[in-house]
């Protein structure tokens, strides 16, 4: 699989200048405010996005360039073919974490951001997302292809988001405390909860996307 | 030995199927795979390499079964397609990357010799490369894992004849080596008089001739005659005929008995493409 996640970190290498200009956008509100709380947890959220939306990009590359064909006639399983689909997926959100985290660091170092327990809670959300997102996505791609997936994707990422904006509204103007003050005190539990949920459609969505890929005829 | 073995091999689609498709390349020959677009050489390529399922008969590839011995058989087989697969962002060295970790075979010294032959540039991305040195740059990285067997699916498609002359003579190169084999698709019937041995030739996904390339040139003719001489030919020495305005034009499956037979009519050797003419837009008597 090595050779597999060779080309997959040397096609997409150009991707990680992009790092360097969100770094760059990230600094804008901490220097113009003085406050780095909003740019710390600003960058830790976009970075782990982009490293979740790797995996989309290397699947469009792939068939862009033909090589969801080529690979094919490479000495590897078509189970190979998929773990190195979700194991670079994970590096690359591995990667945009550790480089949203190690800016919370440098903000905190410079004293104008903290890290405390809400960091981690929100770090843990993010990768349990991102994990859900990977899970959704690389099934989808190998049933019907990187166009109609991302319209797919938009439609299940957009649903819930506006569900979420409704009950919110909603919870906010009935109940006492609001939404807000709901998700607050379920915070400590989805902490660990999510990341839980993540792990496991990580192992659920592996299982279908080998299913689904073994019957694709390329 | 046989490199490649298809036996009975059906693959049904809703509009177009292939039907008991037969043949078998030979260890250490040039086998060209003929036939119009369409006619199902992709299709026999994606089967053998298990890109898709066959709903019936059997492919051994180096003696062994091409879906459970895949991984095996993969490592021995350099594949090329129409089209160069790689990123366009990378660049050669990227690609030696790559393909280094891929192939326990992989031969760094083979790859950047057969580059420099090629003329490949080492300081370009591939998206400046024309399409002859994408090609060439296939063609280099299939080569160079030290593969048995080459499967080209039309790779000298629309390159200029130098190129594909160059790439020729790499491929007469290779079956130096008694234990190589190629299995070519074309629709350049040129190229596949020049370096093929055996000729397997698919048109709506039947296999209408599968042999050597030398005994078809050899066997099959190509009657030239006018109306009068034509009525007299009887329609089993013939395979089909086309008429035009200077008479009839008719494709013998045995030039010499057919010269025996009709001495008085003009008869001249038949090239691969006049074989494929006329047996897909050729008539039957």
């Given at each position: 699989?090595?050779g597999?996640?060779?080309?997959?970190f040397?096609g997409t290498?150009?991707?990680?200048?992009i790092?360097?200009?969100i770094?760059?956008?990230?600094?804008i509100p901490m220097?113009?405010?003085?406050?780095g709380?909003?740019?710390?947890?600003?960058?830790?959220?976009?970075?782990?996005f982009?490293?979740g939306m790797m995996?989309?990009?290397?699947?469009?590359?792939?068939?862009s360039?033909r090589?969801?064909?080529?690979?094919l006639t490479l000495?590897?399983?078509?189970?190979?073919?998929?773990g190195?689909?979700y194991?670079?997926?994970l590096?690359?959100?591995g990667?945009?974490?550790?480089?949203g985290?190690a800016?919370?660091?440098?903000?905190a170092?410079?004293?104008?951001?903290?890290?405390?327990?809400?960091?981690a809670?929100?770090?843990a959300?993010?990768?349990?997302f991102?994990?859900?997102?990977?899970?959704?996505?690389?099934?989808l791609?190998?049933?019907?292809?990187?166009?109609k997936s991302?319209?797919?994707?938009?439609?299940?990422?957009?649903v819930?988001?506006?569900?979420f904006?409704?009950?919110s509204?909603?919870?906010e103007?009935?109940v006492?405390?609001?939404?807000a003050g709901?998700?607050?005190?379920?915070?400590?539990?989805?902490?660990w909860l999510?990341?839980l949920?993540?792990?496991a459609?990580l192992?659920?969505s592996?299982?279908?996307?080998?299913?689904?890929y073994?019957?694709k005829?390329? | 030995?046989?490199?490649?073995?298809?036996n009975?091999i059906?693959k049904?689609?809703?509009?177009f199927a292939?039907?008991?498709v037969?043949?078998?390349v030979p260890?250490?020959?040039?086998?060209?795979?003929?036939?119009?677009?369409g006619?199902?050489?992709?299709?026999t390529?994606?089967?053998i390499?298990n890109m898709?399922r066959?709903d019936?008969?059997?492919?051994?590839?180096?003696g062994?079964?091409?879906?459970?011995?895949?991984?095996?058989?993969?490592?021995?087989i350099g594949?090329v397609m129409?089209?160069?697969?790689?990123?366009?962002a990378l660049?050669?060295?990227?690609?030696?990357a790559?393909?280094?970790?891929?192939?326990k075979?992989w031969?760094d010294a083979?790859?950047?010799?057969?580059?420099?032959?090629?003329?490949?540039?080492?300081?370009?991305?591939?998206?400046?490369?024309s399409?002859?040195m994408?090609?060439k740059?296939?063609?280099?990285?299939?080569l160079a894992h030290r593969?048995?067997?080459l499967i080209l699916d039309e790779?000298t498609?629309g390159?200029d004849?130098i190129?594909r002359?160059e790439i020729?003579?790499?491929?007469?190169?290779?079956i130096?080596?008694e234990?190589?084999?190629?299995?070519?698709?074309?629709h350049i019937t040129s190229?596949?008089?020049?370096?093929a041995d055996y000729?397997?030739?698919?048109?709506?996904?039947?296999?209408?001739?599968?042999?050597s390339?030398d005994k078809?040139?050899?066997?099959?003719g190509i009657?030239?005659?006018?109306?009068?001489d034509?009525?007299k030919?009887?329609?089993?020495?013939?395979?089909?005929?086309?008429?035009?305005?200077f008479g009839?034009?008719?494709l013998?499956?045995?030039?010499?008995?057919?010269?025996?037979?009709?001495g008085?009519?003009?008869i001249?050797?038949?090239?691969l493409?006049d074989?494929?003419?006329?047996?897909?837009k050729g008539?039957?008597?």
């Open positions: 699989m090595k597999l996640l060779v080309k997959e040397l290498k150009s991707f990680f200048r790092y360097i200009f770094i760059a956008i990230c600094l220097i113009a405010t003085g406050d709380e909003f740019s710390a947890g600003f960058a830790t959220g976009i970075c782990t982009i490293g995996c989309f990009t290397s699947f469009a590359y792939d068939a360039s090589w969801d064909k080529f690979v000495p590897y399983t078509r189970r190979q073919i998929v190195s689909k194991a670079f997926s590096i690359m959100v990667i945009g974490m550790g480089i985290f800016l919370n660091l440098v903000f170092a410079a004293r104008v951001a903290t890290i405390d327990m809400e960091v809670a929100v770090m959300m993010l990768v349990s991102a994990f859900l997102f990977i899970s959704i996505v690389i099934p791609i190998y049933k019907f292809g990187v166009e991302r319209i797919v994707v938009i439609i299940i990422f957009l819930p988001f506006m569900a904006i409704a009950i509204n909603t919870m103007s009935g006492e405390g609001g939404f709901s998700l607050q005190s379920m915070l400590p539990l989805l902490m999510l990341p949920i993540g792990v459609a192992a659920v592996y299982q279908i996307a080998v299913r689904v073994r019957n005829e390329v | 030995m046989d490199s490649i073995i298809l009975h059906t049904q689609y809703n509009d292939l039907r008991d037969s043949f078998a260890q250490g020959s040039i086998m060209g795979l003929i036939g119009e677009n006619a199902g050489k992709t299709t390529i994606k089967l390499l898709i066959a019936a008969g059997s492919i051994r590839v180096f062994l079964d091409h879906v459970k011995d895949e991984r095996e058989i993969k490592e021995q594949v129409d089209e160069s697969c790689f990123y366009e660049k050669l060295r990227d690609v030696a790559i393909m280094r970790n891929m192939f075979t031969d083979m790859f950047s010799s057969l580059a420099k032959n090629f003329g490949l540039p080492g300081n370009k991305k591939l998206k400046e490369f399409r002859g994408k090609m740059l296939s063609i280099a990285a299939a593969p048995k067997l790779a498609s390159l004849p190129v002359s020729l003579d790499v491929f007469l190169d290779f130096q080596d234990e190589h084999s190629i299995l070519i698709s074309s190229d596949l008089e020049k370096v000729i397997t030739f698919i048109h709506e996904g039947r296999v209408v001739l599968s042999e390339k078809m040139l050899y066997e099959y009657l030239k005659c006018g109306a009068d034509f009525a030919i009887d329609a089993g020495d013939i395979v089909s005929f086309r008429k035009s305005g009839y034009e008719a013998t499956a045995d030039k010499n008995a057919a010269a025996h037979k009709y008085n009519m003009v001249d050797s038949a090239s493409e074989i494929m003419l006329f047996t897909v008539e039957r008597k």
